[in-house]
């Protein structure tokens, strides 16, 4: 009965937590930018190996409904057709920068960031990942917000685009892990410092803070860096707000379970920044409350109950996420099994140095 009660008890908070996200949740939508000065806006595209995204990237990109902008591309040493694609654009504001060699303590995106922040002449700076899609209101409807609420920074959890079955092991963990424990709006609108988030695949940052912080020279050894950059901004007291991105901001993270799997374990254990314990205790935590019960309903039916809120709140998260319900709460189980030995290899390779990333070890 203990145990039962620590369950269940955990699980309601949880669920208040995903109850709360799913009414209050920043989520971006189409807004109108009024100001009749368009600022100048500096899309920076760090791209390695990036042949199967760019063309589709850079499409949504010229198609935006704010044209005041220039689209700088750094070919981050890609091994294949990258640059090529991006040279046979002709439209003049899109710019393709070779990348330097990475000096030995900068991790290898976070350079790539960095020589695009140099080349940028924007008033804002968004940071995008190769693999998102945006919208073509995207732009002017994130400059609406960053001025209708008064931020510096705006990141976005982008709408997740899954196709494989491998992709729905692990996906979908991002969004549950965010939503399930962490009560977005707090974010932007409390000033406490464990209110965190970001999300590097959309970074959209007003130029006069970014470079007042150090930029990426300040996270450059970071493998997490998104979540470094949050904690900075909140540790200064500067005003950030961290979107989901609804309608308009599109992503697919990962193609199959090969790949998902090296993402995942690339940044599940850095992204807390808890020493190894504590993170295993976690996660051990989480299979405890997230999978025992369904193992226990062969002992008792109490812990319908128990099952019962883990479904309500994987409904729920998958909601907001706009995420298919019925996979998340047919195959939970063995998400959270995946969870579980994903962060294990996370631990491992974080602390034997065997991370791996397109071709890359940090």
């Known amino acids: 009965m203990i145990l039962f009660w620590i369950i269940t008890v955990s699980l309601v908070f949880i669920l208040l937590v995903s109850i709360y996200n799913l009414i209050t ?96 002449k924007g ?7 190769a693999d998102v899609r945006i919208e073509k209101e995207t732009i002017s409807s994130i400059l609406a917000e960053m001025n209708n609420a008064k931020v510096k920074l705006i990141s976005v959890f982008s709408t997740q685009i899954i196709k494989s079955f491998g992709e729905w092991m692990i996906v979908p963990l991002m969004n549950w ?27 959209f940052w007003e130029r006069e803070t970014y470079f007042k912080i150090g930029g990426h020279k300040a996270v450059k050894d970071k493998v997490v860096e998104d979540m470094e950059f949050a904690r900075i901004c909140k540790s200064r007291n500067i005003k ?8 308009l901001i599109f992503c697919q993270m990962y193609n199959g379970f090969s790949n998902a799997k090296k993402g995942f374990s690339k940044n599940f254990y850095p ?14 935590f989480f299979i405890v409350i997230f999978f ?9 039916t109490l812990y319908i109950i128990p099952v019962l809120l883990i479904v309500s709140i994987r409904v729920f998260i998958s909601k907001i996420s706009k995420q298919n319900i019925a996979f998340n709460v047919i195959l939970h189980p063995l998400q959270m099994l995946f969870m579980f030995f994903i962060g ?18 940090f």
């Open 25 to 120: 949740a920043p989520v971006a939508s189409s807004s109108i930018f009024n100001n009749e000065t368009k600022p100048f806006v500096s899309v920076l595209i760090p791209a390695r190996n990036e042949e199967n995204n760019i063309g589709e990237c850079l499409n949504h990109l010229v198609a935006q409904d704010y044209n005041n902008l220039e689209i700088l591309v750094l070919d981050d040493h890609s091994t294949d057709k990258t640059g090529k694609i991006v040279e046979g654009y002709r439209e003049k504001q899109i710019k393709l920068i070779k990348g330097k060699d990475f000096p030995e303590s900068w991790l290898g995106k976070n350079w790539a960031c960095h020589q695009l922040s140099n080349e940028a």
């Open 123 to 129: 008033k804002y700076l968004l940071f995008l990942d």
């Open 177 to 203: 892990l965010l939503l399930a424990f962490l009560p977005l709006r707090l974010v932007y609108s409390s000033s406490n410092k464990s209110f965190v988030a970001a999300n590097g695949q959309f970074m």
């Open 240 to 247: 950030i707000k961290t979107m989901l991105g609804g309608n």
């Open 271 to 284: 992204g807390f920044s808890v020493n190894s314990f504590v993170f295993l205790m976690m996660i051990t």
């Open 292 to 300: 025992l019960p369904f193992a226990l309903l062969f002992y008792s």
């Open 344 to 361: 294990i290899n996370s631990v491992i390779s974080s602390n034997t140095g065997k991370i791996e990333w397109k071709g890359r070890r």
